[in-house]
């Protein structure tokens, strides 16, 4: 009976069941979902800005590059006639004067963008090498010094240096000191190349190159060469542009690591071999930035065109950029000259992903090289195990 009471009633009961767990629901979208309004909230200025300011005003030029606008009155009116794509036929179907000069515009611009980009790309990557030397003194100056005429005025430069290639500027004084008559910098018409065979008698063009040329071009002038002209506007460029090509290259050179170069000096390597196979291979992302930028940018030359020639002498410094410009600021052909732009955006997209395709292309290829390498190492290493497992 003391057991009983000691026990209590409540032994006696069975035990009550557990009550269940709460079951966890599992939220969709992580643990950040509702962090979605907050950043639209953020984003939403921005894609305003652009789509009012960028995104809009395309779409509008690229509707008057479907009209015959001549800037009268809105370009959205029913009077102003829809011609549709012959503003862009007319440029490389018909012939005419519209075509003739885009042509020309783009054979002066394939000489410009086939020597700016490699000049200015060699001598930023050469000052880089100078400037990254440690045993040199004022390295700090010198970096400056570089990058200065990028920061400067293109339209101030591109004066001065109208002063300095007059016919009798800085630059002809200093070739009358050697004997040489200087050039009519911003007068002379005639091409490099065509000065070049001038020089070895060859005064008139073959019969064979007199026609024939693709898009109306003879190819007596596709083969014409850049002008002195537009050498000048190139020296100028690849100047003022290859200060900031060379911080590029200088952000990279500081990023290799010092083992490699040391490890090249042990191995007995030179200077020009630790430069081509440890340097140059360690900045070929930078490198491919750099070519992509240049020719975006030389595509794209408008101001000192503008400045200095205004595409004389004899449209030889006609480019698509200035092109467009005087076909719809001065000629009144805003339909032409919208084509003309949207032509040229075509040309720096397509070569933009062009090289972007270029450098997928290597690292796939080298991916799957590799790739191959491990397999068949691998293939060779269980070839050996099962080797020694049977003996």
């Known amino acids: 009976m003391a057991t009983d009471v000691l026990a209590g009633p409540d032994d006696t009961r069975p035990a009550a069941p557990a009550p269940p767990a709460p079951r966890r629901t599992r939220r969709r979208g992580g643990i950040r979902s509702g962090d979605a309004p907050a950043g639209w909230l953020f984003v939403t200025p921005v894609v305003v800005i652009l789509g009012l300011f960028m995104l809009l005003p395309i779409l509008m030029a690229l509707w008057v590059s479907l009209t015959d606008w001549n800037g009268q009155g809105s370009p959205f009116t029913s009077r102003v006639p829809l011609v549709g794509l012959d503003n862009y036929t007319e440029l490389f179907t018909r012939d005419g004067l519209a075509r003739q000069n885009f042509m020309t515009s783009i054979r002066n611009n394939l000489y410009y963008v086939g020597i700016v980009v490699p000049a200015q790309t060699a001598l930023a990557l050469f000052l880089a090498l100078v400037v990254n030397n440690r045993m040199l003194r004022g390295r700090g100056f010198f970096r400056a010094a570089f990058y200065f005429p990028s920061v400067t005025s293109s339209v101030a430069i591109s004066v001065v240096f109208l002063f300095i290639f007059a016919n009798s500027g800085a630059v002809n004084r200093l070739l009358a000191l050697f004997g040489i008559d200087g050039p009519q910098w911003f007068a002379d018409s005639r091409g490099v190349l065509h000065l070049l065979l001038g020089a070895v008698g060859v005064d008139e063009p073959p019969a064979a190159l007199t026609s ?180």
């Open 212 to 391: 024939g040329g693709p898009f109306g071009l003879p190819w007596w002038e596709w083969l014409a060469g850049p002008s002195v002209a537009m050498c000048s506007i190139i020296l100028l460029v690849v100047w003022t542009t290859s200060g900031t090509f060379m911080l590029m290259f200088l952000t990279a050179l500081q990023q290799v690591p010092e083992t490699l170069e040391e490890a090249g000096k042990l191995d007995g390597a030179t200077r020009w071999q630790r430069l081509r196979f440890i340097t140059l291979p360690s900045l070929r992302p930078t490198m491919f930035l750099v070519l992509a930028l240049g020719v975006i940018g030389s595509w794209q030359v408008f101001d000192q065109i503008y400045v200095m020639s205004q595409g004389d002498p004899a449209k030889t410094t006609l480019t698509p950029a200035y092109l467009s410009y005087r076909t719809a600021f001065r000629d009144f052909e805003y339909g032409s000259g919208a084509a003309i732009s949207f032509l040229l955006f075509l040309i720096i997209i397509l070569l933009t992903l062009g090289q972007r395709w270029l450098l997928r292309e290597r690292d796939s290829g080298r991916r799957s090289r590799r790739r191959v390498r491990r397999d068949a190492a691998g293939a060779g290493r269980s070839g050996t195990a099962e080797t020694g497992r049977r003996s």
